[in-house]
């Protein structure tokens, strides 16, 4: 479905966040006046630029279907909703705006990075190389710049546009080039289960015509289920695009990069650097030269809240892993910091996913790490890090983000890292994990004697 389809019809917009309202400013824009529905009306004030004073919402319960051809669901409401099996049932099109934009941009020149973790890394930085490359370039999508901004714009020569499993569910188009980072439980309230999770992040794998597909091999999961597409390449550990044994990212056999001038640690977002490359290598069919990714990673200084290191005090290292929302992201920022003594403080809204990669992490560790859990959905995890059998690290409980850096700080020696990675969903009326990254680094700042 095209968006002139969408418009054509009887429109409802569900969710009236920025995609929610991009959709509602191209409805208005053609004369039309969609219903607007949203779970909670009475919170939804005039922040959001479709809501301007009188206007009128309703709640997901009172709307009659049978007046509505399509509505466009904002990435948050759950294709799994009851709601939106009625609207189904009564004949109506449930769909995106990224399903909707894939559709009408199918021709364009398109790298979509999607994944468990790593999306927003991946896609910054293929976008940086495209651009020092000379390449006219839009970067949109989950990473905050919603792709219907774009109707009525010149287009961009290129557009990198980082897709979460929450916009791939109800995809019908697979764009030219798809870089798949990594594949673990995540989102499972969201999604109903993790084989419904895997299946509806990878609707922009398979919706098809069979697009070229770059994996990392450093996802087992990732890489089976893949296993039958007929265009995939490899990279990372192994394939077109490596990390060398002498820190050297390499194409096809040729070095385009230092690991080290990568500002944003870890193996893994070396191998998001691979799959950057490997994004723009399908894309345009050369091998980006090196002084053109030279000058990508000169302008990049890695992401907030993205194994971000915020400063250091009483010589100690605080990193800001906020966006960290499940046990796999957790582990590869734990691996980071193998060689300095670490307190990681974790913990957040418990969903029900396996928290073994993390154990693993901590277990692996030749050191043990100090780890301080978040409450209030702390009991599950406190029983799992400290009854495992293996070497269990010391477990602390605190009421909250400020009390954790109080303890985390009390227990790590000089020279350490305080490393806040939930593994978890930030607890629902808690702000996000926006606000949690916040509350870290005013807790981690100097004292205010020394401000």
């Known amino acids: 479905m095209t968006l002139e389809e969408v418009l054509a019809g009887r429109l409802a917009v569900w969710g009236l966040g920025a995609e929610g309202s991009a959709m ?54 759950s294709r799994y909703r009851a709601e939106l099996a009625a609207a189904e049932a009564a004949g109506v099109t449930v769909t995106t705006g990224m399903a909707l934009w894939l559709e009408d941009y199918r021709d364009a020149a398109v790298v979509a990075v999607t994944g468990t973790k790593g999306k927003s890394t991946t896609a910054t930085l293929a976008a940086a190389v495209l651009r020092a490359g000379g390449v006219t370039t839009e970067l949109l999508g989950n990473i905050g710049v919603p792709v219907l901004d774009t109707y009525g714009r010149p287009r961009a020569d290129a557009y990198v546009v980082e897709v979460s499993s929450y916009q791939a569910t109800d995809v019908t188009t697979s764009p030219g080039v798809v870089v798949l980072t990594s594949l673990a439980p995540d989102h499972l309230d969201w999604h109903g289960g993790v084989e419904s999770y895997y299946r509806d992040k990878l609707r922009l794998v398979w919706a098809g015509p069979a697009a070229a ?37 390499e194409v096809d056999g040729q070095p385009v990069a230092e690991v080290a001038d990568l500002r944003a640690p870890g193996r893994h977002n070396a191998w ?48 800001d892993d906020a966006l960290a929302s499940n046990p796999f992201a957790s582990a590869a920022s734990i691996e980071t910091f193998a060689d300095r003594p670490l307190t990681v403080i974790v913990g957040g809204a418990d969903r029900g996913v396996d928290p073994g990669p ?23 995890l406190v029983g799992v890090l400290t009854g495992d059998g293996r070497s269990a690290p010391t477990v602390l409980v605190a009421e909250d983000v400020a009390d954790a850096v109080h303890l985390a700080a009390a227990r790590t020696p000089v020279g350490g890292v ?10 629902d009326g808690e702000g996000g994990y926006r606000e949690r990254s916040r509350q870290f680094i005013r807790a981690a700042g100097p004292p205010a004697a020394d401000a």
Do not use: K, M, Q
Not at 52 to 63: K, N, Q, S
């Open 24 to 77: 509602v400013a191209l409805a208005r824009a053609r004369g039309l006046d969609p219903v607007l529905i949203d779970d909670h009306p009475e919170r939804v004030t005039g922040a959001s630029a479709s809501v301007a004073p009188g206007t009128h919402l309703i709640r997901p319960d009172e709307v009659v279907w049978s007046d509505v051809d399509v509505v466009v669901r904002a990435p948050g409401v």
């Open 213 to 249: 597909l770059a994996v990392s091999a450093g996802s087992s999961e990732a890489v089976r289920r893949t296993a039958g597409h007929t265009a995939r390449t490899l990279y990372g550990p192994e394939g077109r695009v490596v990390v060398s044994t002498d820190g050297r990212v």
């Open 272 to 319: 998001n650097l691979c799959g950057a490359l490997t994004g723009v290598l399908l894309l345009t069919g050369t091998a980006p030269r090196a002084d053109v990714v030279a000058e990508a990673l000169d302008g990049f200084d890695g992401l907030p809240s993205r194994c971000h290191t915020v400063g250091e005090r009483d010589g100690r290292t605080y990193v």
């Open 358 to 380: 993390l154990v693993d992490a901590l277990s692996a560790r030749r050191s043990p790490a100090t780890v301080v859990v978040l409450a209030p959905d702390a009991d599950r």
């Open 418 to 427: 305080v490393l806040f990675s939930p593994g978890a969903p930030t607890p």
